[in-house]
Structure formats: structure tokens, C-alpha cells
């Protein structure tokens, strides 16, 4: 089957690192994608990882192990604006399509 | 990225009725999904909508009650057939441009649905 879990919710300070971590099992691995979702808004794109490693985008970066069935995303010098759900999603062999975890609800406090 | 426009934003239906809900895409794409979102929750794929022949359905969705077209390479419907209580949701339209494997999905806004 498919299966992919995130951390229902956390909460961090304003200014701090959180790492969000996702695991996966899937019948065929074609990239991992990690999106922002900001409450009553459209899902966007923050990251694609497909090989092993660190991906770094200003703020934000993620990593991945296919070994593991294991990425994470890390956020630093949180500010209340990163308040959201962040969703993992993995390309699967068929086709485009993706599927969803069902998200981390992530507050940042002041 | 691919900007993406969905009409409506939000509707109230009665049960018993159906609503059609337009996803358009500011340039061609390959590929276009449609998705539910239950409030609080993640996204669920309900179909791949395919230029110029069937949808392609996820499980536990069927033609009969979400019936979808997709005319061209910008464009496609998704019907929410004899609707229930149970499709209260929001249904998202996404695209991507190319088939390669790190092609990114991007999404329109929603369309919020509430069936009394």
C-alpha cells in the first residue's frame, strides 16, 4: 500500500529552526515534494528532493534518504508568517500524480 | 509556474443537485488533476483529467458521480453529481506543464462547497 506520515501539528518561536520530518512508503518513489499551505489559500511549491542529500532554498531546505523512506524539512529564522500546513507529497511510478501526507499544521509563536 | 483560475470561488447547493466547477490554466499544460480537501485535512486525489478522452479515477471515485471533461490543454470541468451532505469539501483544480518526473503540480485556489 502507500503510506506516507507527517506530525499532525507543532509549534515553534518566532526566530527558531523546526524540522518537520515525513516517512514514506510507497510502490514507486519518482521524487518528493514538499508544499505551503497558508489557511483557505492554494497549496504551494517549496521543494522538489529526487536524489539523496540537502536541498537548500534561502530559509527553507529538505532533505532526503530513499534508503530510509525518510525526508525532512527544515525551516530557520522562523517568523509568524511560516505559520501553516506543510504538506509531503511523493510522485509514485504512475503517471503525475502525487500523494499526500496528511500535513503538519505548524504555529509560530511570538 | 502555471497561474490558475477556478470558478466559483464558493458555492451552497442543495443536495439532490449537481455543480460544475471550471479550472482554467493561463497557459497549455499535460497534465491537470482534480482533488478534494476536507476541511482540516490533506488532499485526495479524485481523478487525472486526460485531453480528449475518459478521466482517469482514483479509487472510491467513480465517472457517474464526478463526471469531468477536458477539452483542450487549458481547460476542464468537474461535475459533483446528485450531491449529499457528504461532498461538503474543497476541490482543487493543478496542473503541470511537462510529464518528467520532477515536474512541480501547481494549484488553484479552491472552490469551497457546502451541500445543506
Known amino acids: 500500500g502507500q503510506n506516507i506520515d507527517q506530525p499532525t501539528e507543532m509549534t515553534a518561536t518566532e526566530g527558531a529552526i523546526v524540522q518537520i520530518n515525513c516517512t514514506y512508503q510507497?510502490?514507486?518513489?519518482?521524487?518528493l515534494f514538499w508544499y505551503q499551505q497558508h489557511a483557505g489559500e492554494a497549496p504551494t511549491f517549496l521543494s522538489y528532493?529526487?536524489?539523496?542529500g540537502l536541498e537548500e532554498k534561502g530559509r527553507f531546505s529538505s532533505f532526503l534518504s530513499r534508503s530510509k523512506g525518510y525526508s525532512y524539512l527544515l525551516l530557520k529564522e522562523l517568523q509568524m508568517k511560516d505559520s501553516a500546513s506543510y504538506l509531503c507529497?511523493?510522485?509514485?511510478?504512475?503517471?503525475?500524480?502525487?500523494?499526500f501526507g496528511q500535513g503538519t499544521e505548524l504555529s509560530v509563536k511570538p | 509556474s502555471a497561474v490558475i483560475s477556478q470558478k466559483p470561488s464558493r458555492d451552497i447547493c442543495q443536495r439532490g443537485t449537481s455543480l460544475t466547477i471550471q479550472c482554467q490554466v493561463d497557459?497549455?499544460?499535460?497534465?491537470m488533476f482534480w482533488y478534494r480537501q476536507q476541511p482540516g485535512q490533506s488532499l485526495t486525489l479524485i481523478a487525472t483529467?486526460?485531453?480528449?478522452?475518459?478521466?482517469?479515477?482514483e479509487s472510491g471515485f467513480v465517472i457517474d458521480k464526478f463526471p469531468i471533461s477536458r477539452p483542450n490543454l487549458t481547460f476542464s470541468t468537474l461535475t459533483v453529481s446528485n450531491m449529499s451532505p457528504e461532498d461538503s469539501s474543497i476541490y482543487l483544480c493543478?496542473?503541470?506543464?511537462?510529464?518528467?518526473?520532477?515536474?512541480?503540480?501547481?494549484f488553484g485556489p479552491g472552490t469551497r462547497l457546502l451541500v445543506l
Open positions: 493543478s496542473a503541470q506543464r511537462g510529464q518528467a518526473f520532477g515536474e512541480t503540480q501547481y
Open positions: 510507497t510502490s514507486g518513489f519518482n521524487g
Open positions: 528532493n529526487v536524489l539523496d
Open positions: 507529497a511523493v510522485r509514485g511510478l504512475q503517471g503525475g500524480k502525487l500523494i
Open positions: 497557459s497549455q499544460v499535460t497534465m
Open positions: 483529467a486526460n485531453q480528449g478522452s475518459e478521466a482517469t479515477y
